[in-house]
């Protein structure tokens, strides 16, 4: 599942339009969530398409509606995540409780990934303990980046005790550029300029199958601008503005 404030994209999905196969039956599912309401389209196989709205006030009623509309999960291995980061961990690992709580101890970084990817693996965990929850990390494509390319130039404290680097995010999307590419034109010895546009924007220059650096910084509120978050800014512009404006920090970055 791809997990955001705004709701749940199982790879069924939340926010979402996807297609898998189930016991051989192709399976299409689209609910699109606002607040606590989801906009439903479900097709299994050749049944008839079912459509409307419906309720959901949490992770744990998106994962019941969907087990109910699949006929249950006891053919599923395990439920894989998209997680963008924990503190001190990369690719791809089972998501149980120490994993958990190293993403909770970065919320301040990603408030709006971190809490709710933490809430909706809880309710896999809670609803389906036998059932293993998986996540590869958006940062585990950037594990092998060169290092004099995440590391600021600040006191190296920082870096070891605090965690201030460069990290880099949208790692699926630009892998899969890296990899579809090279098949496409047969070769790996590529230099390739990965642009990942949309709500979210990175770019990530990749040489052959590998990242060589991002747009991306520590966090996913750097590099080009976004939707609805700033990208690169001057932090000495923010003591302006609050001698400027009286208002605080925390006010300015609620802004």
Request: glycine share 10%; with cysteine; proline share 7%.
């Amino acid at each position: 599942p791809n997990c955001l404030e705004t709701g749940l994209n199982l790879y069924f999905c939340f926010n979402g339009d996807v297609l898998f196969n189930l016991r051989g039956r192709l399976v299409r599912t689209l609910l699109t969530a606002r607040a606590c309401e989801a906009r439903l389209l479900a097709q299994i196989g050749s049944e008839p398409e079912q459509k409307g709205t419906t309720a959901l006030p949490d992770h744990g009623a998106a994962i019941a509606l969907v087990e109910k509309l699949l006929g249950g999960f006891g053919e599923l291995a395990a439920v894989g995540f998209k997680p963008v980061m924990a503190r001190g961990i990369s690719g791809t690992q089972v998501l149980a409780e120490p994993v958990l709580r190293a993403m909770e101890e970065i919320n301040t970084l990603l408030p709006a990934h971190n809490p709710p990817y933490v809430a909706a693996v809880r309710s896999f965990h809670k609803s389906h303990p036998h059932l293993p929850c998986i996540g590869t990390f958006e940062t585990a494509f950037y594990d092998d980046v060169p290092v004099e390319n995440v590391r600021y130039p600040v006191p190296r404290e920082w870096e070891t005790k605090y965690g201030i680097r460069r990290f880099g995010f949208h790692g699926a999307s630009h892998r899969y550029i890296a990899t579809r590419i090279a098949e496409i034109l047969g070769r790996d010895n590529l230099r390739v300029i990965s642009c990942h546009l949309g709500g979210s924007n990175s770019l990530c220059a990749i040489r052959g199958k590998v990242s060589a650096t991002t747009s991306m910084g520590m966090s996913p509120q750097t590099g080009l601008p976004h939707n609805n978050r700033v990208g690169d800014f001057d932090p000495f512009a923010l003591p302006v503005i609050m001698k400027a404006t009286g208002k605080s920090l925390e006010e300015l970055l609620d802004e």
